[in-house]
């Protein structure tokens, strides 16, 4: 792999993975402000390192809504209202959301016919909502708590390291 984007072991434990991941984050967000680049190599190094996703990005609140920010995987849906499907929810609770099954969750915008599991964690700074952070898996159950722990820091580091 390139050198911003390291190898992690085969079989690697998820803390193992989010600590090498953490690693690699901080080198990329070293020295950069802008968040639309901090974003687009976030997405970028999270579809790399994290195994079994189809869908790894951001939606950014614009004061009324989410809207498609970088992100890595098929083209997605543009615009969701807070309170509107996974990310409108886990953005208007401003919690981090694990969802093992979309198809049982009430409400769910299927962007991508493919996706069966879903974690979201919303980017919040100083009790001001920015944005989500959205991972989608094929697998059903693929995202747990190792998950929810090590996306909070990625969420927190990027939001920490960029100018809003």
Known sequence: MSETVPDVAAGAS???RYATLL????GLLAGERD????LANTAALLYALLPDLNWAGFYLYDGAGLVVGPFQGKPACVRIAL????????????RTL??????????HIACDA?????????????GRLLGVLDLDSPLPGRFGAADATGLEAVAARVVAASDW
Do not use: K, Q, W, Y
């Open 114 to 126: 493919a996706s069966n599991s879903e974690i979201v964690v919303p980017l919040v700074d100083r």
């Open 98 to 107: 694990v969802v093992p099954d979309v198809h049982a969750f009430a409400g």
């Open 83 to 94: 309170g509107r499907g996974v990310c409108g929810t886990a953005a208007a609770d401003r």
């Open 35 to 38: 968040r639309i680049a901090n």
């Open 23 to 26: 690693s690699a984050l901080d």
């Open 14 to 16: 998820a803390e193992e």
